[in-house]
């Protein structure tokens, strides 16, 4: 079995965990996250305890287990503390711009590009040039941020572009670097 099929989680105090058929939910004060289980997977609730067990002793079931446990230790960070992920704008008139929950986005197009948050994903203007993404599903926020990232993304000679907060672009040296 993994590693990290292995772990025991641990429950947060003011968060839930309920094993009913072949769904884990996970609720508390922020929101409520589930996921269904495997077949190959028995998840069983101990007290302040989450334990992922396999039902056999096949390797797609020891693949399983390992994956059944980080999707419910992010179901619990989600609801406990919440998931933000940082974007950044570079560039000469390149900015964002939040309005509800639609973000604009000035990124050197004959046009600004428009996209509506999905519901569960709030979105906050640091600056101009900044925004944060913030939610308790670890994927939607991921998701989303690297949908707005592909709008524009990093271009290795000047750097412009949409990246994430403390994203490393790495870049090249262009025609001059020929000689």
Not at 6 to 15: D, Y
Not at 32 to 51: F, G
Not at 53 to 67: C, K, L, Q, Y
């Amino acid at each position: 079995m993994s590693r990290i099929g292995k772990r025991k989680l641990m429950i947060p105090a003011g968060v839930t965990v309920e094993v009913l058929d072949n769904k884990v939910t996970v609720k508390s004060t922020k929101g409520t996250l589930d996921v269904t289980m495997d077949p190959l997977v028995k998840v069983e609730v101990k007290e302040n305890e989450i334990v992922t067990i396999p039902t056999d002793e096949s390797p797609r079931a020891n693949v399983m287990v390992g994956t059944m446990n980080a999707l419910i230790k992010n179901m619990i960070v989600g609801v406990s503390e919440g998931y933000t992920k940082g974007l950044e704008i570079v560039g000469v008139g390149y900015r964002f711009n939040v309005q509800g929950n639609k973000i604009n986005i000035s990124a050197g197009f004959s046009h600004p590009v428009e996209i509506v948050c999905p519901e569960g994903i709030s979105v906050a203007l640091v600056n101009a040039n900044e925004i944060t993404l913030s939610g308790i599903d670890k994927q939607k926020v991921s998701e989303f941020a690297a949908k707005i990232r592909e709008i524009r993304s990093p271009e290795p000679y000047k750097g412009k572009g949409i990246r994430y907060k403390g994203e490393y672009v790495r870049r090249k040296e262009g025609k001059k670097a020929a000689k």
